[in-house]
Structure formats: structure tokens, C-alpha cells
């Protein structure tokens, strides 16, 4: 098979499709053909040995993907070759095969691209435990989403229409300013402007925003802190901009604010019973179609390191994509 190689943490251009063995199918797991891997911000560092964990060399990158039961193990049960399924990995998703324990794989609707499929649980989950189980976002409450194009972000927004809140999406362009309204944002503002905070608080009719979701970081969080409403919250997701930012303690004082942090990577071993619940609402509403999850540039496998660019550009729209033959 072939797979993404990392034999050096190296920029993009330094990392090559190689020839692998088949993955082997040991005692509880499932083999899976791969149509569908994301390619996230996460992704980008650690290929270049960036990311705060590192991951042995050599290896092939990719956490989240979709595609069809190849082989099951005789000990596993609920999966048989040619159900779609989605899962997610530490790493090994850039490959058309991959070995993972059963429970790293979840049912795939049957009417779910591979493509949304790939896209799915990460951001959504992550932006559901976010609002829901640690901001208590409710419906009629302003949420301001910064990055709002971007794949953590865009899945903020869908979330947050869902929960009922007012949705104010900030993003750096026009076309990401569009595509936001376009997967639900009731208003958009331009966050690289000198005075956003103003048009911020004309959208909020003085209040400002009651819940921020910032996978963002740098000034902007800061100044998005000093805009946030009475008793707001302000979620602590990313740090996109390459700064992580520090925020004086008088002003959550002042604002009776809060911040909060979100790590998707701990939610499952640290509240098991939230993590089941929220999987069980994001699977819901995967399969009724009341959550759509966006699919942002698909490319072709041969061309993986496009995917990686244009994320790196900043100007990827949504999840990039990785579709394989
Ligand atoms: N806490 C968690 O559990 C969790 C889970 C998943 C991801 N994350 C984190 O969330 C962040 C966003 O991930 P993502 O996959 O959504 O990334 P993404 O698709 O690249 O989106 C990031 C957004 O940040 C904005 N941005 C501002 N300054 C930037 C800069 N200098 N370079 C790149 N983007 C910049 C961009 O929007 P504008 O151009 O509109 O400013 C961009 O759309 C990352 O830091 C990631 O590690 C955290």
C-alpha cells in the first residue's frame, strides 16, 4: 500500500508518498481501506516536529479518516468487511490502509461521504464540549467565533446555531467572511480591522458577545476579552496565530468573566460519561442531517501536500481534505 511518510520532521515539500506493507490485523482490531483522511492545523506541526508531543520517526501523519472495513479480527464484533466507518488515530490516517483497535471506529451513515466523514469528529466534538458542556452556552445568547472560516471554527458556528445561540463570525477575508454566513453565521465581523471592537459592539447592541470560541490566540483574544458580555465566557481552544496570549487577571475581575479551557484530547479519559453523551448528540445529528459537517478542499492523495499548504496558507476554508483512489 502506499502511505505519507514522515522519515524527518521537515517542511511539506521534504515529505513523500512510500511504499508500506499491508497493516497487519492483530487481536481487537479492524483493518480499514481509507477513503477520506483530514488534514488539520495540528497536522501541519507535526510533520515539521512543531507539535507539543512528538511523534517517533518514522510515521505517517493523519488523525482522523473514513473509509470501509477491510479485515476484523476474530475477537472483534460489530464490524464486518464493507461497512463504511470513521475513526480517529494519533496517527497513520494518511495511508490506504490502516490497523486500529475496534474502538477507535464508529458506524458511518450510510448516506455520510467518506469526505464529511474525515471531517467530523475532532472539530465537532470539540466545539460541542466546548459550548455545551463547558461554556452552558444557551440558545439566545451571543457567541462571537474567531477563525471562523477555519475547520475548528466552522464547526463552532454549525454548533452554535444548533444550540440556538446568535452567531458573529470574525474571520480576516471576505470569502471566509461569506462561506461563514453561508454555513449559518447570522453576522460577520472583520477581526484584522483597527476598530473591530466597535462593529463588535454594534452588533451586540452594547453587550458584547456572552461566549467567545477562540481557536485563534494572539491580540486578538485579548481584545476580544476586553469586548466580551457581563458574566461572558471565553473558550480556550488554539492558538492558530502563533501566540499564546496573556491576559491581565484584572480584566476577568472587571467583566465577572471567565476563561475556560478546551482539550479534545483529554475529554474521553477524564469525563467519560460527557464524552459518551456528546458523541451519542453529534452522531444523532450526523445521521438525521441536522448536522452537515463541511467539507472543505478536497485533493487528491498524489497531490496530499496541497492539502498542507493551503491550511498553512491560512487559506484553507473549513477541513482540508485527502481523498484516496
Ligand atoms: N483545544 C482543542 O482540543 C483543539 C482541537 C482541534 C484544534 N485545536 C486548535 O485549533 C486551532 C485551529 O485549528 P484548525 O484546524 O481550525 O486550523 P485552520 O483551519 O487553519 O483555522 C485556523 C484559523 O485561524 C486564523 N488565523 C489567524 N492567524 C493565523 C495564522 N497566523 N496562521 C494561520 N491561521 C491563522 C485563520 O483565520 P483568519 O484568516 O480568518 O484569521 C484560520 O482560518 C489550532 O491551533 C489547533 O491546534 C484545538
Do not use: C
Amino acid at each position: 500500500m502506499r502511505a505519507v511518510v514522515v522519515e524527518h520532521y521537515d517542511s511539506i515539500d521534504g515529505i513523500s508518498i512510500r511504499e508500506k506493507d499491508l497493516p497487519e490485523v492483530a487481536a481487537g482490531e479492524v483493518r480499514v481501506r481509507i477513503g477520506a483522511a483530514a488534514v488539520g492545523f495540528v497536522d501541519g506541526l507535526k510533520v515539521q516536529g512543531l507539535y507539543q508531543t512528538k511523534d517517533p520517526l518514522p510515521f505517517v501523519p493523519g488523525t482522523e479518516f473514513a473509509g470501509t472495513v477491510d479485515s476484523v479480527a476474530d475477537d472483534v464484533a460489530g464490524f464486518k468487511p464493507g461497512m463504511p466507518v470513521l475513526g480517529m488515530t494519533r496517527s497513520g490516517a494518511l495511508a490506504e490502509y490502516i490497523s486500529v483497535p475496534s474502538a477507535a471506529l464508529k458506524h458511518l451513515p450510510a448516506q455520510v461521504p467518506f469526505e464529511a466523514g474525515a471531517s467530523f469528529q475532532a472539530n465537532y466534538l470539540t466545539g460541542l464540549y466546548a459550548l455545551e458542556a463547558r461554556a452552558l452556552l444557551r440558545a439566545g445568547e451571543t457567541l462571537l467565533v474567531l477563525g471562523a472560516a477555519g475547520g475548528v471554527g466552522i464547526a463552532a458556528v454549525q454548533i452554535g446555531k444548533l444550540m440556538g445561540a446568535r452567531v458573529i463570525a470574525a474571520a480576516s477575508t471576505p470569502e471566509k467572511r461569506a462561506f461563514a454566513v453561508r454555513h449559518g453565521a447570522d453576522e460577520t465581523v472583520d477581526y484584522t480591522e483597527a476598530n473591530w471592537r466597535d462593529t463588535l459592539k454594534t452588533l451586540t447592541g452594547g453587550h458584547g458577545p456572552d461566549v467567545i470560541y477562540d481557536p485563534v490566540g494572539g491580540e486578538v483574544s485579548l481584545q476580544a476579552f476586553r469586548s466580551i458580555a457581563w458574566l461572558g465566557r471565553h473558550l480556550v481552544v488554539g492558538f492558530a496565530s502563533g501566540t499564546i496570549p496573556a491576559l491581565a487577571f484584572n480584566l476577568p475581575l472587571l467583566k465577572g468573566g471567565a476563561l475556560l479551557g478546551v482539550d479534545l484530547a483529554q475529554i474521553q479519559k477524564r469525563e467519560p460519561e460527557t464524552h459518551a453523551r456528546l458523541i451519542a448528540q453529534l452522531f444523532d445529528w450526523l445521521a438525521s442531517g441536522k448536522l452537515q459537517p463541511v467539507v472543505g478542499k478536497v485533493v487528491p492523495f498524489e497531490n496530499f501536500r496541497e492539502a498542507f499548504k493551503t491550511m498553512q496558507s491560512r487559506s484553507a476554508l473549513g477541513k482540508m481534505i485527502i481523498k484516496f483512489p
